[in-house]
């Protein structure tokens, strides 16, 4: 039995309505839609958009008019509580409906759509367009209205309130999506919905929010000690580099001060408070944090305790306000003692699963296990924060589109009862049009076929391209799960398990779909819009193997990199910096491979190398970044400098992607650096670079770089050794700051097996 499924569905036998009624035929419709003379704005706009869409489908357009003005004996759309009591009396009390239940039903030749307060009457209007008119709402600018000449009365009675009870997809954000986000039937936090139109379920707050009611620029310099202390004994802030002291008597009462003052403006329009962790692990271990941990059970405990508290001092100040906490990093894992209290709402992260798999299956069997143990002791309380794209390379494939019905189905079967799923990754974000749709629909219905779902959107949005699409988005996922490594949602560069060959079978592919709908510009212009996305999987491929002919045979780069920046060239004035950010990697990267460089020509040529450039990761406080150069080969290259916080250290994680993912670490490689550095001294020690083996401890190579080797006017090619690598390699490149140098300009390191 599908006990979610709180839908009464009754088929109405001939209580003495005609065999043949008809809302409208081709000969027109003698009905009207009522609406209350005291309806509220958001009622209004449901009758708008039913006379709107009805127009639309058969060129009929039905008067909307009050029940005080309606005519009488003509057959009625009664839309909104108060309307549809004309017709059921006392016999449906509304008031006890869900914010978002639909109610529908016949009465005698009166159709009836009404639902709770403030969105389950638009919901149940945008239920009847989709179920009896076959309307779909795409996209923003996409809507599906299919010519209708003449629509049957629905016979059936639903009522129905779904189980998510706040529905959320970052792909329907924004001011300029409000529209289609109402009509998805989302009402998350995120959602820019005005009230005519429903509203959302808004959030004082949204995540991380510790670090902003406790500021370190505000407190840390007279109270070190409401944040936490570190494993090496050190007192750190920050929203990415520590947390509060959550058994700080000092620390809880300012926390409750600012957590009040923060949420008054907003009281009782938002019913929800973000009281959430720091985008960090480093939690308090002073005596008193880890006594709390010992007495508790651990550290999501302590945690759990901390928001437990703050939502029964809120609950004094706020009658009936919902707190919600992350579940997340070292918190995913359950209390052990501890349990929310009544108005404290856990939302469960996934940030470490493996998206290529299902959430229900071994393969997540950590994340899964989470989820069913925090059902347990959190039942009615659990929300589940999704994340459906790689946001280090969010431009680029990735392999969940199959995935999303059925885990948002398991997180129903385990009583979640709100979602959100982060996404998108802006307007090239890998299927984010069908993404944003489908995982609507199963938001709002978790027992609909995911499959069926992502069909039909392709035919209706791609039209005759939608077979080939939809191979394309199969390989893709199919690669993805036949892949030996995991696949999470922050994988530097992602495409590793989607190999030259399935790029040049995805290229196949999109030549079908461009052909099968070439002669409609509509149709073409989404299909290559689409293809962007496998642009940026050929061209992460190109940076790491310049040489791969398979790849050359298919498209040259700077030809791909022009149909992005056509494509970026049609999107809004404002978003086009960001996207060219983005593409700037590729223009960097294939200015000048070191196959075209004189000085490393002959080190690279014959012979397989990887050219670790532009993928410099941070340990502690980054060096100075990546800057512009006009003397590196790229016009870019990795700057370090002198800081008053210590030692600046760079480096290349070979045990992180993308390079694990490109290179078969075990072997021996050769080692080139090539750097210039700015003024100081011309002899001495001013640059170190290591490699390490974090596994055994061992350095491979631990080169002390002297000022004489490095030129100042231009780059030096510096022959750092051979050491074995193996997938618990790091390079580590250091700046002390008692080097000679200003600073030190680092452009590539080369990586050449031996």
């Given amino acids: 039995m599908k006990f979610w499924f709180n839908i009464i569905l009754i088929l109405v036998a001939s209580c003495g309505i005609a065999a043949e009624q008809f809302l409208y035929t081709k000969n027109g419709s003698s009905y009207q839609i009522i609406i209350s003379p005291d309806a509220q704005p958001v009622e209004k706009n449901a009758a708008a958009e039913l006379q709107k869409f009805i127009k639309e489908s058969s060129g009929i357009e039905l008067p909307v008019v009050t029940t005080d003005r309606a005519a009488a004996d003509t057959p009625c759309i009664f839309v909104g509580p108060a309307a549809a009591r004309q017709r059921t009396g006392d016999t449906v009390n509304f008031a006890e409906f869900a914010s978002d239940e639909i109610y529908q039903t016949v009465i005698g030749n009166d159709l009836i759509l009404a639902g709770g307060s403030p969105r389950g009457t638009l919901y149940s209007v945008y239920c009847f367009l989709e179920r009896s008119l076959g309307i779909r709402f795409l996209t923003k600018d996409d809507t599906h209205i299919p010519k209708v000449s003449q629509l049957p009365l629905p016979q059936e009675t639903i009522r129905y309130a779904p189980v998510f009870t706040r ?12 529209q289609l986000a109402a009509r998805l039937k989302l009402n998350g936090f995120f959602q820019e919905i005005p009230p005519e139109w429903g509203g ?51 620390m809880r009462q300012e926390f409750l001060r600012k957590a009040i003052e923060r949420m008054k403006p907003y009281w009782p329009r938002r019913q929800y408070m973000a009281l959430s962790m720091n985008d960090n692990e480093v939690y308090c271990r002073c005596p008193n944090c880890a006594a709390s941990d010992k007495r508790l059970g651990g550290p999501s405990d302590t945690l759990l305790d ?34 929310p209290r009544k108005n404290v709402y ?42 459906v794209i790689n946001f280090w390379n969010p431009q680029t494939v990735f392999p969940n589109t199959s995935l999303l019905a059925g885990d948002f189905r398991f997180f129903r079967d385990h009583g979640v009862t709100m979602s959100y799923a982060e996404g998108e990754g802006g307007a090239f974000g890998y299927m984010n049009e069908l993404k944003l749709w489908l995982m609507s629909q199963v938001m709002w219905n978790p027992d609909l076929d995911g499959d069926a779902l992502t069909a039909e959107f392709l035919n209706l949005y791609y039209g005759a391209a939608a077979p080939a699409m939809g191979e394309f988005i199969k ?59 496998l642009h940026w999987a050929c061209l992460d491929w190109l940076i790491r193997e310049p040489g791969n002919q398979e790849l050359a045979r298919i498209a040259d780069a700077e030809t791909m990199i022009a149909a992005i920046e056509k494509q970026i060239e049609l ?14 990697k590729f223009k960097r990267s294939l200015i000048m491979t070191p196959d075209k460089d004189p000085m490393l020509a002959p080190l690279v040529r014959g012979r397989k190398y990887m050219d670790l450039q532009d993928i410099f990761h941070y340990n502690g406080r980054v060096y100075g970044g990546q800057q512009a150069d006009p003397l590196a080969s790229d016009g870019f290259a990795a700057r370090f400098h002198k800081s008053d916080k210590g030692t600046w250290v760079g480096g290349v994680f070979l045990w992180r992607p993308p390079v694990r993912n490109y290179v078969d670490l ?48 231009k780059y030096t090619v510096i022959d750092l050794g051979s050491s074995a690598v193996s997938n618990d390699s790091d390079i580590y490149m250091i700046f002390p700051n008692e080097s000679g140098a200003a600073s030190i300009w680092v452009d590539r390191v080369l990586m050449i097996e031996e």
């Avoid at 000690?225 to 058994?247: I, M, Y």
């Avoid at 437990?308 to 003692?337: C, H, M, Q």
């Fill in 666 to 713: 075990s072997g021996k490689r050769h080692f080139y650096i090539t750097m210039r550095r700015d003024g100081g001294k011309d002899r001495g020690h001013i640059f170190s670079v290591a490699v390490w083996d974090r596994k055994t401890k061992t350095h491979g190579i631990d080169r002390k770089i002297d000022a004489s080797e490095v030129g100042t006017d």
């Fill in 475 to 533: 390989l893709v996922d199919d690669r993805g799960r036949s892949y030996g490594k995991k696949i999470g949602c922050e994988e530097y560069n992602s495409t590793a398990w989607f190999g030259p060959d399935a790029i040049v079978q995805s290229y196949q592919l999109f030549d079908r779909a461009e052909k099968a709908v070439s002669d409609t510009p509509a149709l073409l212009a989404r299909v290559r819009k689409a293809k962007v996305n």
């Fill in 167 to 178: 529905r959320e997809c970052s792909g329907g954000n924004g001011k300029e999506r409000w």
């Fill in 200 to 250: 959302a379920e808004h959030m004082v707050g949204h995540s991380h929010t510790f670090g902003q009611l406790i500021n370190e620029n505000q407190y840390f310099k007279d109270h070190p000690d409401w944040f936490s202390l570190n494993s090496k004994g050190q007192r750190v802030a920050g929203h990415l580099l520590g947390q509060l002291c959550l058994t700080n008597p000092e």
């Fill in 571 to 584: 999107q809004p004035e404002k978003s086009r910096p960001a996207y060219n950010q983005y593409i700037a």
């Fill in 306 to 339: 901390f928001v437990n508290w703050a939502a029964e001092e809120l609950d004094r100040e706020f009658p009936g306000i919902k707190v919600e906490t992350l579940a997340y990093l070292y918190v995913a894992v359950p209390p052990k003692s501890v349990r």
């Fill in 346 to 387: 856990i939302r469960l992260c996934s940030l470490h699963a493996d998206f290529s798999k299902p959430i229900n299956s071994d393969a997540n069997a950590e994340f899964r296990d989470q989820l069913i143990n925090w059902s347990k002791i959190a039942p009615g309380q659990l929300a589940i924060w999704h994340y």
